[in-house]
T-cell receptor, first 114, second 109 residues
Framework: DVKVTQSSRYLVKRTGEKVFLECVQD?????MFWYRQDPGLGLRLIYF???????EKGDIPEGYSVSREKKERFSLILESASTNQTSMYLC?????????????FGNGTRLTVT | GEDVEQSLFLSVREGDSSVINCTYT??????LYWYKQEPGAGLQLLTY?????DMKQDQRLTVLLNKKDKHLSLRIADTQTGDSAIYFC?????????FGTGTRLKVLA
């Protein structure tokens, strides 16, 4: 079974702090994704990566950056956290193209910015 | 537009069948997925259907696909309290997955 591990389940940070959310997958998947999930808005794609050191903006990249130095690890960075970034963050990975590979999700990190 | 639509809530009695509906947008989507999210957890892949299929059955789950109407449904037979969760359908392009807003299923004992 694919395992996608997010380093923290719950995180509380202050406004203006730099925040790192870490995600590791153990199945040698090519693609990795970061989503945020908010009530009434569903899942929104922040960034994705289809290879080491490659990244692509999703639908809502503003205020975020990402890093993929190793194939198994994909980090989401909030350069200066703001209260409107309080959300549930979901990391996911997939083996190949979306049209023939399902996404496998981690358990999520619930981030609160005060 | 790129909206995948689902109704927000569904309530059923334990032992009844549940049917969760989804309307998707891209007729070229090759795979359509159903995910389940339990409280405080990530999304778990439940099942998927390839676009050249009309139906797929997997134990208590039946997926029906109507390509002409771009309509997807998930039927859960003999619904149990453990099935209470949010269910998401998703369609997939080459790299992009588009999710519905989720249907919250509540199972009444």
């Amino acid at each position: 079974d694919v395992k996608v591990t997010q380093s923290s389940r719950y995180l509380v940070k202050r406004t203006g702090e730099k925040v790192f959310l870490e995600c590791v997958q153990d199945m040698d998947h090519e693609n990795m994704f970061w989503y945020r999930q908010d009530p009434g808005l569903g899942l929104r794609l922040i960034y994705f990566s289809y290879d080491v050191k490659m990244k692509e903006k999703g639908d809502i990249p503003e205020g975020y950056s990402v890093s993929r130095e190793k194939k198994e690890r994909f980090s989401l960075i909030l350069e200066s956290a703001s209260t409107n970034q309080t959300s549930m963050y979901l990391c996911a990975s997939s083996l190949g193209a979306a049209n023939n590979s399902p996404l496998h999700f981690g358990n999520g990190t619930r981030l609160t910015v005060t | 537009g790129e909206d995948v639509e689902q109704s927000l809530f569904l309530s059923v009695r334990e032992g009844d069948s549940s049917v969760i509906n989804c309307t998707y947008t891209d007729s070229s989507s090759t795979y359509l997925y159903w995910y389940k999210q339990e409280p405080g957890a990530g999304l778990q892949l439940l099942t998927y259907i390839f676009s050249n299929m009309d139906m797929k059955q997997d134990q208590r789950l039946t997926v029906l696909l109507n390509k002409k109407d771009k309509h997807l449904s998930l039927r859960i037979a003999d619904t149990q309290t453990g099935d209470s969760a949010i269910y998401f359908c998703a369609e997939a392009g080459t790299y992009k997955y588009i999710f519905g807003t989720g249907t919250r299923l509540k199972v009444l004992a």
